[in-house]
């Protein structure tokens, strides 16, 4: 089956646009994380959905923000975008949220803000 | 709060060697522990998942164990292989807050032929 897909693999960004990731979930899983991968700060989370409801957020600021919609998919936003933002943007698919559950990984976007 | 630490954070080793990564964590409340691949730029790939009422799991040339009363996983690689040369990162799923999942910043194996 699948994997977890995300798009587009690549973006480059300028300073204070804003930016929309995609990430398809496993068919069948209804959770999905989002993580920023940074060389200095490591994989930190910044939010997880489950049936199209935040479940938990991590510490980022406001202009982070994701949904997620009635077919499980999910979108990460990020706004007036930063030179810090640049990072490896994973999500992870999981077939429920609160619970025993394995992650599955997408292979990531890439973000360069310059 | 979950702390997940890797030691050590990097590591050399000729081909043919057998080695051990380490994972500690404080919290000893966690559903699971999961080992996971990471190759340069690339996702994360997942490799052992570990419940918390299990000891140990295998697959191929890797062993992973758990000991949650102490807070360790170890992950044992036999034969390393040049192909093993990657970041290994582990990650404790906690049964409190919410599920959430923290993540060691991984232990970088380098595998020279």
């Known amino acids: 089956k699948a994997g977890v897909t995300q798009t587009p693999r690549y973006l480059i960004k300028t300073r204070g646009q804003q930016v929309t990731l995609s990430c398809s979930p496993i068919s069948g899983h209804r959770s999905v994380s989002w993580y920023q991968q940074t060389p200095g700060q490591g994989l930190q989370f910044l939010f997880e959905y489950f049936s199209e409801t935040q479940r938990n957020k991590g510490n980022f600021p406001g202009r982070f923000s994701g949904r997620q919609f009635s077919n499980s998919r999910s979108e990460m936003n990020v706004s007036t975008l930063e030179l810090g933002d640049s990072a490896l943007y994973l999500c992870?698919?999981?077939?429920?949220?609160?619970?025993?559950?394995?992650?599955?990984f997408g292979q990531g976007t890439r973000l360069t803000v310059v | 709060k979950q702390e997940v630490t890797q030691i050590p954070a990097a590591l050399s080793v000729p081909e043919g060697e057998n080695l051990v990564l380490n994972c500690s964590f404080t919290d000893s409340a966690i559903y699971n522990l999961q080992w996971f691949r990471q190759d340069p730029g690339k996702g994360l790939t997942s490799l052992l998942l570990i419940q918390s009422s299990q000891r140990e799991q295998t697959s191929g040339r890797l062993n992973a164990s758990l000991d949650k009363s102490s807070g360790r996983s170890t992950l044992y690689i036999a034969a390393s292989q040049p192909g093993d040369s990657a970041t290994y990162l582990c990650a404790v799923q906690s049964r409190t807050n919410a599920g959430k999942s923290t993540f060691g910043d991984g232990t970088t194996l380098t595998v020279k032929p």
């Open positions: 992870a698919s999981s077939l429920g949220a609160g619970m025993n559950t394995e992650a599955f």
